[in-house]
């Protein structure tokens, strides 16, 4: 079946960097759109970035300058790279594909990322 895996999470300081990943598998990757999301205890889930099929991308007001969100099709795999970090990216991150025509939305598991101050 479809797998959707982050990883990468963990405990940073606050003005630290940690990069997650997204790695799938049972997907076309290349015709999918590749999402970052998160949510904090208590907070709806929300949209971090996200990228295209064909690599454009779109980012969270709240993150622009700060993550970069990247695609390697050949290794069916997302990125989203986190630098300056604050206490309040303090979230489980989840990554999304969706597919960019016909059907196919899937989800994984999430990852923890704790900035301390």
């Known amino acids: 079946q479809v797998q959707v895996v982050e990883s990468g999470g963990g405990l940073v300081q606050s003005g630290g960097s940690l990069r997650l990943s997204c790695a799938t598998s049972?997907?076309?990757?290349?015709?999918?759109?590749m999402g970052w999301y998160r949510q904090a205890p208590g907070k709806q889930r929300e949209m971090v970035a996200n990228i295209t099929y064909g690599g454009s991308t779109n980012y969270a007001d709240f993150v622009k300058g700060r993550f970069t969100i990247s695609r390697d099709n050949a290794k069916n795999t997302a990125y989203l790279l986190m630098n300056s970090l604050r206490p309040e990216d303090t979230a489980v991150y989840y990554c999304?594909?969706?597919?960019?025509w016909g059907t196919g939305n899937f989800w994984g598991q999430g990852t923890q990322v704790t900035v301390s101050s």
């Open positions: 049972k997907i076309i990757f290349s015709i999918y759109d």
């Open positions: 999304n594909a969706v597919r960019a």
